[in-house]
DNA sequence: TGAATTGATTTTGTATACAAACGGGGGATC
DNA sequence: GATCCCCCGTTTGTATACAAAATCAATTCA
C-alpha cells in the first residue's frame, strides 16, 4: 500500500519493495517479463540491489493481485491463463465495469461529465490519428475517469485492479485504424447512455462495448 | 525456531502467518477485536509465539483486503468506517452481488440450482425458529452458493472478500424475528428470478434484497 | 534394467538484528 | 506561562542467517 510521498535529496521515502513491485508491473504491462515466465527471488534481490525481503513483499503482494502466480515449490511466475481462464477474468471484469457505468448513470456530476468528455475527446483524436499508442493511453484514461466517476473509492479499486491485471492481454488487442474508431464510437454510444441518466442503458451499453473489444483480445491471444 | 512445532508426522503445511491471519479473522469477525482497535506487530509475535516476520506478512495481507488499515507511523488498526465509507462499501458489494446474481440467471446448471435450494431451504429453517445464529450462518452459505453458481472463480473471490470485509458490520443487522423472515422471503424472490433465468431482474432482485439488509446494517452501526 | 533410496541443491518460511524516520515529551528559552 | 527545540522511544523497513521441506540427480540394489 502507498506508503508516503516523494523524495528529497539521495533516497527516496519510497520502499524498496513498493519500487520492485512498479517496475515489475510495468515490465510485465511492456512485455519484457511474458506470462509464464519465472520470477526468482534471490535473482531479483540481486538485479535491484537489495535484499530477498522487500522483494518477498513486492512478489506476494502481486500475487495477492492476482498479477503473478506462485508455482508449487517452483517459484513465483507471471500468471499465465489458459483461453478459459482469460474468459472467465474479462467476464468479471465486464461486470465491474458495468457497475461503474451504472452508477455513474445515478450520480453524475458535472466535474466527471467533463473529465469523461475530455477523455473521449482525446480517443476520438487518436482514433483518428490511427495513433494506436495514443489510443491505448486514452482508452485507458477514459475508463479510469468513469471509475472515479462513480465518486466510489472501493469500486475504483476493484475495477483499476482487473485492468491492471488483464494489460497484458489487452495491449496487443487493437489490430487495426478502424479498430479504433470502431472503439471510439462505442465509447461514444455509452456516453449518451451514461449522460442520460439511464443506469441499465449505461450498464448494458459498457457490457456491449467491453465484449467487442474483448472478443478481440482473445482472437489476439 | 523455525515451522516445526506443529507438524507430528503429516504434513501440516499452513504457514504461521497464515495461521495468524486466519485468527485475526476470526476475532475480527468474532467482535473480539473492534474496529478501530489497534494491532501491535510484536504483541502480536508473542501472543503467537512466533517473529516479527510472519506477523506482518499477516498484517501486511489482511491490509491489502481493507480488513485492516494502516495508520500513519502509529501502527496497524482494525479498519473502522464512517458511515459515508461504510455506505460506499457496501454500495460496492451491492454492485458485485447483483453481478453475481446476473451471470447466475445466465449460467444455471442443475447442481448450482440444488445448491442454492438447499441453503434457501435452511435459511427459511432458521427464520422460522427464529435462530439467529442459525440464520447468519444460513444466510452466508446462501450468498456463497450463489457465488459459487456464477462458475466464475475471479467473482467468487470479489464477492467474497467483500462478505469478508463488511462481516463486522453485518453481524448485528438481525434485529428481531420478523427481520429473520423478511429477508429469507426476500431470498425466495431472488431464487425465483435467477432460476426464470432473466438476468435482468435477478440483478434488480438480489439489488433489492441487499439494500433492505443494508438499511438495516446501517441502523444497527 | 528398473525402481528405490539418498545426497545435494533450491525454495520457502522464520528469526534476529540493525538503521532510519516519525512523534511525543521534557526541558530550555523568551 | 507559552513556545520552540532536541532527544529518545517506537515504528517501520531492510539485511542477513538459518532451518525445514521439496525437488532433482545420481547411485545403488533387486
Known sequence: MPRSSVSSTGH????AAQRIGQALLEEISAGELRPGQRLEEIGLAHRFGVSRTPVREALSRLTAQGILVQGERRGVFVAQYTREELSLIFEAMHEIEAACARVVAQRLGLLSRTEIEAAQAECVKAAEA???TAYLRANEAFHMAIYRAT????LREIASE?????GPFRAKKF????SLLLSAR???????????EDSAAASKSMRDHMTTSFIQALKAN
Do not use: M
Open 162 to 166: 482487473f485492468r491492471q491485471r488483464t
Open 175 to 178: 489490430d487495426g485504424p478502424e
Open 186 to 196: 462505442s465509447h461514444q454510444a455509452l456516453i449518451n447512455d451514461i449522460f442520460s
Open 12 to 15: 527516496n521515502r519510497i520502499s
Open 151 to 154: 465518486g466510489n473509492p472501493y
Open 130 to 132: 490511427g495513433d494506436r
